[in-house]
């Protein structure tokens, strides 16, 4: 029976009917699924019942979540909405303050240096993903808040790796500008080079093949291939030092005007994979967190990174947003978007704990600081933002929200 409990098939069953329980108390409560499937993840994970741990097994399908989620998103956009000045200065000054406010806090309450400027670079992270899909949920992937923070999370990824190159450099000891440099350049080069090949030659030869009578006889084929791209294009980036997910929304951006006559659609199937992958994804963000292992002197630690982390966000990110021309509400829908933390600031806290850089008391508080930045955007936007009003911006238009959208949201 042991044997039996064990394998794939009764684990995939077991984190489904979980993320099916996930959905039921998101209706429940009258929130995004995002919430309810990660307060289940807390529920059934070592925090509360202990039925399931962070495997190696949850681990491996929660990324193919994160990665399936943003593969599914980049169909959405364009690369313009990307490249602009304003998510530049946004990703830039919102990477900047949150380090400062992370390093101040925690030689505030006494923490040495090094674990100093390791917090500091944890709190620069963004995780895209649970912004996203609400975003998604919410049918707000259109508007000029949600592209800017798109185009500056991914910004953002590039900027973090830096912070990240250059603290564990000064950690040790080893800063130099050329390594630095050379972080840089593997990075942009990737973006650049990906985006391009995407765009200009894989896109173009799909077209081409769909003519063809072997797609007609295989009109499943495309699919495959382009999810063989996305997960291809997953792995380069994690090759660089990028995160997964940036590399799968660069293969959906390569993907978005692809039209197909004999295939099938290419984000309708996506789609599906990503019902079932970011649901496990948004459990195991409940699972990794064990509450059990703050202690009272963490708790409060915790509590004052958690305000700073969001704060740094909102303040770094909201301000460049409305000097770039968005209205104050747009702004701080950016600022807030770009406050989660997830899965980016778990492996920065991993990575500092594994070099011996923080110990295990700050490593917790990093990774229930993600927990918590994780579940509050969501609640902010259902609660707050997306109500039914009016967002005048600085050219003199007015936007509100679809009343559509609204109600299935």
Same mark, same amino acid.
């Given at each position: ?40 993840? &807390? ?26 989620? &943003? ?59 649970? /912004? ?10 259109? /508007? ?140 195991? &963000? ?18 004052? &990174? ?104």
């Amino acid at each position: 029976m042991d044997n039996l409990f064990a394998t794939p098939e009764f684990q995939m069953s077991l984190l489904l009917f979980v993320a099916i329980g996930g959905y039921l108390v998101a209706s429940r409560i009258n929130q995004s699924a995002v919430i309810g499937l990660i307060l289940v993840g &807390l529920f059934v994970g070592p925090s509360v019942l202990g039925l399931i741990t962070y495997t190696d097994f949850v681990s491996g399908l929660a990324h193919l979540g994160a990665v399936i989620l &943003l593969f599914v998103i980049g169909f959405e956009f364009n690369m313009k909405d990307i490249i602009q000045p304003r998510n530049f200065a946004i990703a830039l000054v919102g990477v900047i303050v949150p380090w400062l406010g992370g390093w101040y806090l925690a030689v505030l309450f006494g923490f040495d240096s090094a674990s100093a400027i390791f917090v500091g670079t944890a709190c620069t992270a963004t995780s895209i993903a649970i /912004t996203a899909n609400v975003l998604k949920e919410l049918g707000k992937l259109q /508007t000029d808040a949600a592209k800017a923070i798109i185009g500056a999370a991914v910004i953002d990824d590039v900027l973090a790796l830096l912070a990240l190159a250059i603290s564990t450099d000064i950690v040790g000891g080893s800063f130099s500008y050329l390594g630095v440099a050379i972080v840089t350049a593997k990075a942009i080069g990737f973006i650049v080079i990906a985006a391009a090949f995407g765009l200009l030659v894989v896109s173009r030869f799909l077209v081409r093949l769909d003519t063809t009578p072997f797609v007609k006889k295989y009109p499943e084929f495309i699919f495959l291939f382009a999810m063989m791209l996305a997960f291809f294009y997953a792995m380069c980036a994690e090759a660089v030092g990028l995160s997964a997910i940036v590399g799968a929304f660069i293969a959906g951006v390569s993907f978005k005007d692809v039209e197909l006559h004999q295939s099938h659609s290419l984000k309708e199937g996506a789609e599906y994979l990503q019902i079932i992958f970011a649901s496990i994804f948004f459990v195991s &963000l409940g699972i990794i967190a064990d509450l059990h292992a703050v202690t009272p002197e963490i708790f409060l630690f915790l509590v004052a &990174l958690t305000i700073v982390a969001i704060l740094t966000k909102v303040i770094g990110c909201g301000i460049p947003a409305k000097m770039g021309g968005l209205c104050t509400k747009d702004a701080l829908i950016v600022g807030f978007g770009m406050a989660p933390r997830g899965e980016v600031a778990m492996i920065i806290a991993l990575i500092g704990l594994e070099r011996g850089i923080i110990g295990q008391g700050i490593y917790v508080a990093i990774v229930m600081m993600s927990l918590l930045t994780t579940i509050i955007t969501p609640i902010v936007y259902r609660n707050w933002f997306y109500r039914g009003e009016y967002c005048k911006y600085e050219g003199g238009g007015t936007s509100m929200p679809d009343s559509s959208q609204e109600k299935v949201a």
